[in-house]
């Protein structure tokens, strides 16, 4: 199956800080990339859908200037969490998407998922 | 509107057989997923059912039912490594997921 990475998979910083994850499909071209953060315990709940090239479409209740995304190519999208507060300590999780063509191609391949904490 | 119900925890017996049932509630509709989810790790894909009956996988199994709005995951032979989450997310009319709480299941020696 297609691969995708996360960078950092672990992070901890310091409240006010902005931190940086990395969302790569290794050999595929995602065409899509969906960024996620799920809470212990909890199910995944879906921050954000990007598609390549344009601006990334934000769920309900998700501050778009302060999760920015940016999805530059086919192969990498970027979650900046800006201003780091302790309660955006949370996994998550990005799963990408490549040309639709087929049930097989509307599967989302998952990365490792990155733990984020905020002291 | 969109409504993912699953079993919250069960709990098996290694060896035995599990089915873990979803019901969904949506006005477009374009397939199920599976997807197993161990403590601390991102989800993982085990199947896909966009026609009703019942697609088999080795000791995994995902019946669907669109009249029904029904899907299970049946899983055979249990082994320790099953304990997991298993989520049942539904395909939109967008092509988005919407997402179960997941069930946690439990196997017991």
């Known amino acids: 199956g297609a691969v995708v990475s996360q960078h950092p998979s672990w992070v901890i910083c310091k409240s006010g800080t902005s931190v940086k994850i990395e969302c790569r499909s290794l050999?595929?071209?995602?065409?899509?990339m969906f960024w996620y953060r799920q809470f212990p315990k909890q199910s995944l709940m879906l921050m954000a859908t990007?598609?390549?090239?344009?601006?990334?479409?934000?769920e309900q209740g998700v501050e778009k200037d302060k999760f920015l995304i940016n999805h530059a190519s086919l192969t990498l999208s970027t979650l900046t969490v800006t201003s780091a507060h302790p309660e955006d300590s949370s996994f998550y999780i990005c799963?990408?998407?490549?040309?639709?063509?087929?049930?097989?191609?509307?599967?989302?391949?998952f990365g490792p998922g990155t733990r984020l904490t905020v002291t | 509107g969109q409504n993912i119900d699953q079993p919250t925890e069960m709990t098996a017996t290694e060896g035995a057989i599990v089915q873990i049932n979803c019901t969904y509630q949506t006005s477009g509709f374009n397939g199920l997923f599976w997807y197993q989810q161990h403590a601390g790790e991102a989800p993982t894909f085990l199947s896909y059912n966009v026609l009703d009956g019942l697609e088999e996988k080795g000791r995994f199994s995902s019946f669907l039912s669109r009249s029904k709005g029904y899907s299970y995951l049946l899983l055979k032979e249990l082994q320790m490594k099953d304990s997991a989450s298993y989520l049942c997310?539904?395909?939109?009319?967008?092509?988005?997921?919407?997402w179960g709480a997941g069930t946690k299941l439990i196997i017991k020696p």
């Open positions: 990007s598609n390549e090239g344009s601006k990334a479409t934000y």
């Open positions: 997310a539904e395909m939109d009319s967008n092509y988005q997921l919407i």
């Open positions: 799963s990408a998407r490549g040309l639709a063509g087929g049930p097989d191609n509307y599967e989302q391949y």
């Open positions: 050999d595929f071209q995602a065409t899509t």
